[in-house]
């Protein structure tokens, strides 16, 4: 050690070491902010916007102001209650039929499919057995497969069993989630330690008190992201109803504001344009209500497992 090293008195050494510390607290509180990434992020978010406004501005307008104003502003008599009126009581209200069925659909769909993909997802994450290897190609490859290219097989299905035309063929289909049950497996192999659910198992815990009480809260954002996934996907489905049914009673709001925008092309069919574009209004309401209250359960699933403790 040199002399000059003992004879520096220590509150020069921290003296000198301060003002280091400081523009090293200073360089990591600033965040690096590019002029890019935030124009792409503007025009993403436009891009995004601009149908959400153009319908909303549009289902103000009656029939004819439709063409014959600009589709960015409002223009003539604002209609949007008599627009909703009629929507709800056009055709003996058909529109409040059809959103009960698709409400049905989702509750049974999309729930039904949550809960399968919690419990295979949780299985498949913290047991082992025999054969899990190929489960999980076989999980990978159900994912890539798309839904339309299974539609036709599942028509023959369902009417060989004679249950096309009811409610049952759009609903057990809905039942299988490839996507969620892998989300679910994934989540739940960093979400629940294998330490807590050894430690509960020790005090005497059986595995049914285990998932319920021990793992099914640490789930939790993970199930909120799988049934926002689930309930998107059910509530939009489109293809799946139209080639199983045939009864418009049991038609979702997807197929059922095809079949009044349908309306228009046919042999002394009524154009009803406006009441097409308040009902698609009205039909993505519920989806935004949902996202906007589970919005940050389902953040917090997403970046579950992203930090390392």
Not at 227 to 254: E, G, K, S
Not at 268 to 293: R, Y
């Amino acid at each position: 050690m040199s002399t000059n090293t003992l004879l520096t008195p220590p509150t020069v050494k921290a003296h000198r070491s301060r003002p280091r510390i400081r523009n090293r607290r200073s360089s990591h509180a600033r965040p690096t902010r590019s002029v890019l990434l935030t124009v792409l992020t503007a025009l993403v978010g436009i891009y995004a916007l601009i149908p959400l406004v153009w319908l909303l501005i549009n289902a103000t307008k009656t029939q004819p102001d439709l063409f014959s104003s600009f589709g960015l502003w409002f223009s003539g008599d604002f209609a949007l209650w008599d627009n909703l009126t009629g929507v709800l009581t056009y055709n003996d209200g058909v529109f409040g039929r059809w959103f009960l069925n698709t409400l049905m659909y989702v509750v049974l769909g999309a729930g039904g499919a949550t809960l399968l993909a919690l419990l295979g997802g949780y299985g498949l994450a913290k047991f082992n057995f025999p054969g899990k290897r190929a489960v999980f190609a076989v999980v990978i490859g159900a994912v890539a497969v798309p839904g339309t290219a299974l539609a036709v097989p599942t028509f023959l299905m369902f009417a060989n069993l004679g249950l096309t035309n009811t409610p049952w063929s759009v609903i057990i289909p809905s039942l299988i989630s490839p996507f969620g049950l892998y989300l679910m497996w994934t989540f739940a192999a960093d979400a629940v330690p294998d330490e807590i659910m050894e430690a509960a198992r020790i005090d005497g815990a059986s595995e049914a008190r285990t998932f319920f009480q021990v793992a099914l809260p640490m789930l939790a954002p993970g199930i909120v992201t799988v049934l926002l996934f689930t309930v998107v996907a059910t509530w939009n489905n489109y293809f799946l109803p139209l080639i199983m049914l045939r009864d418009p009673d049991w038609y979702p709001l997807t197929l059922g504001l095809n079949a009044w925008n349908q309306q228009a092309t046919t042999a002394g069919g009524e154009a009803i344009f406006n009441l097409v574009i308040t009902g698609a209004l009205l039909t993505i309401l519920p989806l935004i209500a949902v996202f906007l209250l589970l919005q940050r359960y389902w953040q917090s699933g997403l970046a579950a497992g992203s930090v390392k403790e």
